[in-house]
């Protein structure tokens, strides 16, 4: 499957014009926010994502620490660094990386880098034993 094929799962540090350029590119996006689940603690939300099949989108380390050391069950995750650009600097590599169409296998983590003008995508693929997603 396609990265940009997927739903996503917008986390609460993601800005509200990251979440509406996202759905200008007819994505499918749950936000967070307008869920009224911000503060849920992160293993939560991985969870409310991996039922629902979405990808949680996130400036926050944490969801892929949970995914790799804690094995939590994971969809996916896209994790855009560093967090504290301006929005318009996030939705540029977003849509940068989801332009791109990565194949993805449930689980993973594709971590987006920006430095600069240069921007990094690195792929991990997780292990399907800890995914609860088959």
């Known amino acids: ?18 979440v509406e350029s996202l759905r200008a590119m007819e994505m499918d996006v749950q936000s967070v ?23 949680v989108v996130t400036h926050d380390s944490d969801f892929g620490a949970l995914a790799i050391r804690r094995r939590q069950a994971v969809y996916g995750i896209l994790y855009l660094r560093p967090g504290h650009m301006q929005p318009a ?20 983590i594709v971590v987006a880098h ?4 240069d921007v990094t995508i690195r792929v991990r693929e997780l292990a399907r034993e800890s995914e609860g997603t088959q």
């Not at 600097?89 to 849509?95: D, F």
């Not at 920006?114 to 003008?117: D, F, I, L, S, V």
């Open 1 to 18: 499957m396609k990265l940009n094929d997927c739903r996503l799962l917008a986390d609460e540090n993601l800005h509200s014009r990251v």
């Open 33 to 55: 926010r307008e869920e009224g689940w911000s503060g849920k603690p992160d293993g939560e939300l991985l969870q409310l994502a991996v039922e629902d099949k979405r990808v």
């Open 89 to 108: 600097k996030t939705i540029a590599l977003a849509q940068s990386v989801l332009r791109q169409a990565i194949d993805v296998t449930p689980p993973f």
């Open 114 to 117: 920006c430095a600069g003008e």
